[in-house]
């Protein structure tokens, strides 16, 4: 783009055709605004031209997920609540991607208020027959289609890592705190945040670089120095110390799965790194603490809406019903799972002691059929909702920075390794990450034709 080998006028018609031809089948976007998105195009392509390259996203095509506000753009949550809601304000991160000079599409398909699995239309570019993944399965679903370069999402239990994982694109949610949730309608205020997902983790790293930071309009900001995240990137992982927690990551996966995995740890030594087995007991016992801490925070916010009849009605049964479900939360429960989240996030501490970065699978199965609500792994019937979170929430629950990566295939169907830091240490995942792409070349594969599939 800076040599002006090919123009952001060219990068943005060839990704709105793209979704011209293939979107119809994947449902990825929610809206697209191919008139505004084409004419802010040419003003990247006139500043670049007179010299005014803002950087490597200047001209970039990306999708915001439907719960990021944007001024003059319809923010719908997901949702047939909010479906007329105008913002008079951009999300933190749209401004400063727009300052980047990154180019917006529209809107990428989510699950409703980033609850439930009644999932829309969107479908996984793999296998359209399958799901994509939850909350912000339509931002995992437009990178891996190819229509768009990035896309931002929105993570709570996993809603970033686990798309990423499903459809075999890379998902970085950075520590709490790190990047700002301002102007991104709520769902879990303890809990979420807001991250990218892309091909590569080095497009990770970019954006990274360009919406981290302190923010006022966001209370749970932190005001911690921003690292540069592209230094330290290619310094690959001889003589890191990866940890391995023998609890709970290795129950109840299926066995392809389980297999990708082990060899993904074994390439991670095979570049260098020490592989060992860590402790962290209470993990398996943090799912309660995720559910009271989430329906008791979601029922709160939506607690205005659900009073007003004409906008209770227009909720899904499934989510009214999660919904109303929050109000059975006693204080008692929410804090008890708040202490039970302190007494992991101290095992995750000490586990720190002795490694540089954790390494588990990003989810125990494959992505399951879309009209599918339990599947079987290990003989035992699970919940879909339950089974594609087990491995992701615990990061949610203790605020550190976790990484999705591609990292092979089970039965046709991407499989994803999650890496976890320290608080704030964004840097090192993204290098142990890096390291990982360039010993393998799993995020290069593409999915095949969605059209051609789609019978």
Known sequence: MKARAVSPVELTRACLERIE????????????????????????????KAGHYRGPLHGIPIGLKDNYDTTGVATRNGSRVFAD??????????VRLQEAGAILLGKTTMSEAAWG?????????WDVRRNPGLSSGGSGAAVAAGLCFMAMGSDTGGSIRIPAGLSGVVGLKATYGRVSRAGVMPHTWSLDHAGPLSRRVEDAALVLSVIAGHDPRDPASADVPVGDYLSGLKKGVRGMRIGVPREHFWDRIESGVEAVVRQALRDLEGAGAQVKEVSIPHMAAALG?????????????????LKQPERRAKYTPEVRALMDAGKFIFATDFLKAQRLRRALTD?????FDSVDALATPTLPLCAWDVSESHVQIDGQPEHVLHACWRFTYPWNLTGLPALSVPCGFAADLPVGLQLVGRPFDEATVLR???AYQEATR???R???DPVGRAG
């Open 21 to 48: 031809r293939v979107d119809h089948v994947v449902h990825a976007f929610v809206s697209v605004d191919a008139e505004h998105a084409v004419q802010d195009a040419q003003s990247a392509e006139r500043e670049i």
């Open 85 to 94: 809601r105008m913002s008079t304000q951009d999300a933190t991160t749209w």
């Open 117 to 125: 699995v009644d999932f829309p239309p969107v479908r996984n570019p």
């Open 289 to 305: 603490a995720i559910l009271v801490t989430e329906m008791a925070s979601v029922t709160a916010w939506h607690d205005k809406y």
């Open 347 to 351: 095992e995750v501490r000490a586990a």
């Open 432 to 434: 142990v990450g890096h």
């Open 442 to 444: 799993w995020h290069e």
């Open 446 to 448: 593409r999915p095949p």
